[in-house]
């Protein structure tokens, strides 16, 4: 037969055995309050910080991490205002597609000045990359680019190089 004691507070429970078997040796009392078998505060902030519950090398690691993205920040190459032009002074419309724009997904539209030269200005990042103009929806070569190189679409990408 099991004893149990029932309170409000936290109390030690207490299993017997049943009187009715003779010979049976009681079983031990459980002595440890539940309260004794939670995680305390510093103790759960340990485990899921993975630190054993120092606080210092919570603010380490803190600190370390935080110099890495600042360091990778600083890290990033610096981007170079780099303008496209392309004169077409009966055109409506003209497009800058690129490696850097995602091609066709995000092309960039060109500004006509009143001397029939369209440009817009691109940050780059120092490297080569690949573009070609769309005028009034014709694929384009840039005539003023000196280096071309071939496209797997039977056609030429003008390649602009941005220096460090």
């Known amino acids: 037969m099991e004893n149990v004691k029932s309170s409000t507070s936290i109390s030690p429970i207490n299993v017997g055995t049943d009187a009715a078997s003779p010979g049976a040796k009681p079983a031990p009392s459980l002595q440890t309050p539940f309260a004794d078998l939670m995680l305390k505060p510093e103790k759960l902030e340990a485990v899921l910080n993975n630190t054993g519950g120092d606080a210092a090398k919570t603010k380490k690691t803190d600190a370390k991490s935080r110099k890495t993205r600042q360091a990778s920040h600083h890290s990033q190459p610096k981007l170079k205002d780099t303008e496209f032009r392309f004169n077409a002074p009966g055109a409506s419309s003209v497009k ?50 000196a280096e071309l190189i071939p496209n797997p679409f039977g056609s030429a990408n003008s390649v602009k190089q941005i220096g460090l």
Request: charged share 20%; proline share 6%; with cysteine.
């Open 96 to 145: 800058l597609a690129a490696d850097f724009t995602g091609w066709e997904k995000s092309l960039l539209d060109l500004t006509k000045k009143s001397n029939g030269v369209w440009s817009v200005t691109v940050p780059l990042a120092p490297g080569r990359h690949h573009y070609r103009f769309i005028v009034d929806g014709v694929w384009c070569d840039d005539p003023q680019c």
